[in-house]
């Protein structure tokens, strides 16, 4: 089965969040599975695309309204990530080092749509699956099925895998023109509440439609940012499928970024090697209890209120544990997270920023992670860090509630029902109590390095999935 995955991140070549961890994962495994999966994504001005090789093996031109855009594809030789790689160049409007973020997104993702479907069209053979993730993508389904240029791809099946159905990608209806040419009649496949929703026509002309944990599909019935009827209405053809996490990549074994590299058998001396060089580069002490965040510095993450947080908690604390943090996002988030750094010396330290090798030594070497999410369609954090024997403290939602089960039920990690500030505080409690008994730590942490959260699984469940 040859399939196409369609996204705006990929891992490494450019990631922002979990889209990336998944697109970077998901076709190696099902190639593993005997498939050909493929990644077909722009091609950003990132490290990646300037350290490796690619071959042209696509020039033409798209049109996006009255303009006319030059395209070029690269494919990269090596096959090094396990799957083929294919980046579409755009000059002026794909060839920039950010992923997001830019006044004209929506021409950025449209033109690489088209760009996408132009070429597909030309292939002399039929991919079996085109899979679109996110509403970066979204407009794909409605164009190979409506469009008359892409008529010849119309009976090709479309997967949407919705990643976040917070972000839906909405523009107005004096942009229609940028859209290739189809029957107006079907205009309403493209409308919802007004204006033109990438997400939400993706959803009514996906041949199937996905969501990354079965909890988050429950979730988004009555929680979607607008799209719940919608969703209700197209539910029989929709499957929650939990993410599955890369263990080549994450592997505290194998993982060369660690300061040591250890397994299940020697988790006691390996956990103590990594904590110990993280504590010393950030200034904080070994022996305590060490509580980390890693992500984004979003409300959606509950980051809003991590400074009151580890501030009770390093009161409460007086001086026992240690708190650190890795993620950006909001500026006055990360503002008064630094301001912390000055209150606590010695107790606490944050990174603003991201750094890749850092996320993996902090996996490696902290003591509980925190996930206080108020959205969390699967979550991929509390995955690597049970594969490196952290116990993470999440709130009960969507893929975490999926992933982690409170000690308090026989499970291995520390549960909380709400985002907020009492609510975290006190699991933070129940984390320090947990940690005074070292017996139970070690029979948890060896537990939790065992779980399987591998991408094998969930591969297969997506092959199942294409074949219905």
Not at 49 to 64: A, H, P, R, S
Not at 100 to 129: C, M, N, S
């Amino acid at each position: 089965m040859e399939i196409i995955h369609l996204s705006a991140e990929c891992y490494p070549i450019a990631k922002v969040g979990g889209l990336g961890d998944v697109v970077g994962a998901l076709p190696k495994y099902q190639n593993k599975l005997g498939h050909f999966a493929k990644v077909v994504m722009p091609a950003y001005q990132t490290k990646f695309l300037q350290e490796n090789e690619f071959e042209v093996v696509y020039d033409g031109w798209g049109k996006l309204g009255f303009h006319n855009f030059p395209v070029r594809i690269f494919r990269e030789k090596t096959n090094k990530l396990g799957f083929d790689l294919y980046l579409v160049h755009i000059a002026g409007l794909m060839d920039r080092e950010k992923v997001y973020g830019y006044d004209d997104d929506t021409e950025r993702f449209l033109a690489y749509q088209i760009a996408v479907l132009d070429w597909i069209t030309q292939w002399e053979h039929k991919p079996d699956v085109v899979h679109c993730h996110d509403h970066h993508t979204g407009l794909v389904p409605f164009m190979m099925a409506y469009c008359e240029q892409f008529r010849k791809l119309s009976n090709i099946p479309t997967v949407l895998t919705i990643h976040n159905a917070q972000y839906q990608g909405q523009f107005g209806w004096d942009k229609l023109h940028y859209i290739p040419p189809f029957d107006l009649w079907k205009s309403g496949q493209l409308d919802w509440k007004g204006s033109i929703n990438p997400l939400a026509s993706a959803i009514k002309c996906a041949w199937r439609v996905t969501t990354v944990s079965p909890s988050y599909l429950e979730e988004i019935s009555f929680k979607a940012n607008g799209l719940e009827d919608l969703l209700a209405q197209e539910r029989s053809k929709s499957a929650g499928i939990l993410n599955g996490i890369d263990n080549e990549v994450w592997n505290p074994l194998t993982d060369p970024m660690l300061e040591k590299q250890y397994s299940v058998k020697t988790l006691e001396a390996g956990k103590k090697a990594n904590k110990e060089a993280l504590c010393s580069v950030f200034n904080l002490d070994p022996d305590k209890p060490l509580y980390t965040f890693i992500g984004r510095l979003v409300g959606e993450k509950g980051a809003d209120l991590l400074p009151e947080i580890f501030y009770n908690a390093l009161i409460q604390g007086n001086g026992d544990i240690n708190v650190l943090v890795l993620g950006s996002g909001d500026p006055q988030v990360e503002g008064r997270l630094n301001q912390l750094t000055h209150a606590f010396p010695g107790n606490y330290n944050a990174y603003i920023g991201y750094n890749e090798q850092l996320s993996h030594q902090i996996y490696a070497g902290a003591d509980f992670l925190l996930m206080p999410s108020r959205v969390e369609p699967c979550g991929l954090n509390q995955m690597y860090a049970l594969r490196y024997g952290t116990i993470p403290i999440v709130r009960r939602i969507g893929g975490l509630k999926d992933t982690v089960t409170d000690i308090g039920d026989g499970g291995f990690g520390i549960c909380h029902d709400q985002t907020s500030v009492w609510d975290v505080n006190h699991a933070i409690g129940r984390a320090y109590d947990l940690f005074l008994d070292k017996k139970k730590v070690k029979e948890i942490r060896k537990f939790m390095m065992q779980l399987d959260h591998s991408w094998d699984k969930a591969a297969q469940q997506y092959i199942d999935l294409y074949q219905i």
